[in-house]
């Protein structure tokens, strides 16, 4: 979730990072701004350099500033703003860095940007860039400073993505971001440095880099998939139980949910036809917890029966519920869950939907952060491509719902067009622990949260299928299915 800053509009640009559970109120017309963002330091950035995928070419017109500062500008509705070319001590990112100085002052937006060569022709939409920069804040304020693209009016965006950081010392940390290009640039679209609105200023630029990265596609889908799981029997009964268990109890799951989950065939079976029916209902259940509650679902998983290797892409074929209050999900999970819980495990959450805004998925990846290993680092919904609008109601067609993950990057995609993407270097640069180079095991089901009062139930989520390209295995001694 971001917001707007320019010199004309004059609107403040600030970052946003928000967990799910935020999240769902933001969609709903709460506006937040929390920080979750942070980059790496030089002293460690070795490993998260080395894995970031290479540019083909630098478009940045003059990453090493010249003293007349060609081709970079900034400005400020706080108070004059300047540049200088500055040199840099040994072991610096570069031998010389952009200097931007301001006085104190308030105000609403403040900005540098750095001109690229010919940005028209340099970003082809639906391939992979990266942008990158190094910082450092000799005032040590642990004000935000943003790294994106776009012109001095905040248009003309081939992307929305956005890269944050706020540092109490004066050392040299990077900002990186990988990317897909949604929309054509322009002439004057620019490397935009996003600076703190209000108060003094005194950051050091060096090294900037956009350019096109190798990105690597997931398995072929042109052909049969490795394995296909999907529904057979007769219709109500229960789903074959050699590949799926159920997840029975309430205790709100970590998020607050409402439901009591079940094995019940009455929220999870079969229905003749090879789909799933997973169905949310209003009925007031005592569960193992001793808790009564409202409301009956399921949660499926395959846990210790099906993985899914890294290097593998899986999707599934679903039509999901909507309705305020329903939040049904297709995520798969570290299958280490069980040893180095959670969110040390990783969380791929491959479809999610929030019932009062019945047009939109979302998607998000979760991971430790790096600094506090038991702390959820997310990113998604908000974030570039985390929130996709189909046009049409969740429960209006079958749609497919796919990821893709290896050790370097985890890519999402709706009915088969990629769609988010993150890189495991760009992870680290934001704090972010790397679990997705091991296997992951998929969750099916549909939670009930916030206020579902003006819902009515059931509500039932389909699953025609579930599909996975090259890797996806049954473990030893379970018998395949489907």
């Known amino acids: 979730m971001a917001t707007n800053g320019c010199m004309t509009r004059r609107v403040r640009l600030r970052r946003s990072g928000i967990t799910v559970a935020a999240a769902l109120a933001l969609v709903i017309g709460l506006a937040m701004n929390v920080s979750s963002a942070s980059a790496v330091s030089l002293a460690s950035a070795g490993a998260a350099e080395s894995a970031a995928p290479p540019l083909k070419r630098n478009v940045v017109q003059h990453p090493e500033p010249l003293t007349d500062m060609q081709g970079w500008s900034a400005a400020s509705d706080a108070g004059p703003t300047s540049l200088r070319s500055v040199a840099v001590p040994a072991g610096s990112p570069a031998a010389t860095a952009v200097e931007v100085t301001r006085p104190a002052g308030t105000g609403e937006w403040g900005m540098a940007l750095a001109s690229l060569h010919d940005p028209a022709a340099s970003f082809v939409v639906g391939r992979t860039y990266r942008m990158q920069m190094w910082v450092r804040d000799l005032r040590s304020s642990g004000e935000d400073v943003g790294l994106l693209l776009a012109n001095g009016n905040y248009d003309h965006r081939p992307v929305e993505a956005s890269v944050w950081g706020g540092y109490r010392d004066s050392a040299w940390h990077l900002l990186a971001r ?17 600076l703190p609105s209000s108060g003094a200023l005194r950051w050091q630029l060096a090294g900037a880099q956009v350019g096109e990265v190798d990105a690597p596609e997931p398995a072929t889908v042109t052909g049969p998939a490795t394995r296909t799981i999907d529904f057979p029997g007769a219709a109500g009964a229960s789903p074959d139980a050699r590949i799926w268990n159920h997840e029975v109890g309430g205790s709100g799951w970590g998020n607050g949910e409402l439901q009591t989950y079940t094995s019940s065939a009455r929220n999870a079976s079969v229905d003749g036809a090879g789909r799933l029916r997973i169905t949310a209902r209003k009925e007031t259940v005592t569960g193992p917890d001793q808790i009564t509650r409202n409301y009956t679902s399921a949660r499926l998983s395959t846990e210790n029966k099906v993985v899914i290797a890294p290097g593998s892409y899986v999707e599934a074929s ?27 495990s990783g969380e791929l959450d491959v479809l999610e939907g929030h019932g009062a805004s019945p047009t939109d998925t979302f998607r998000a990846v979760h991971a430790s952060s790096l600094s506090l290993p038991e702390q959820d680092n997310p990113f998604g919904w908000g974030d570039d491509g985390g929130r996709v609008d189909l046009g049409q109601p969740l429960d209006a067609a079958f749609h497919t719902y796919g990821v893709y993950f290896d050790k370097d990057l985890v890519r999402f995609y709706v009915d088969r067009r990629e769609v988010m993407s993150l890189w495991a270097a760009d992870g680290a640069a934001n704090g972010r622990a790397w679990p997705f180079g091991k296997p992951q095991y998929p969750i099916l089901n549909v939670a009930v949260s916030d206020d579902p009062s003006a819902t009515v139930f059931p509500r039932t989520m389909l699953v025609d299928n579930l599909s996975i390209w090259s890797g996806g295995v049954p473990l030893a001694g379970t018998a395949a299915s489907g």
């Open 178 to 194: 990988t990317f897909v290009a949604r929309a054509p640039a322009a002439a004057d679209t620019s490397l935009y440095v996003a």
């Open 318 to 344: 679903i039509k999901a519920p909507t309705g305020a209050g329903v939040w049904p999900a297709f995520w798969l999970i570290g299958a280490n869950h069980a040893t180095v819980g959670w969110p040390a």
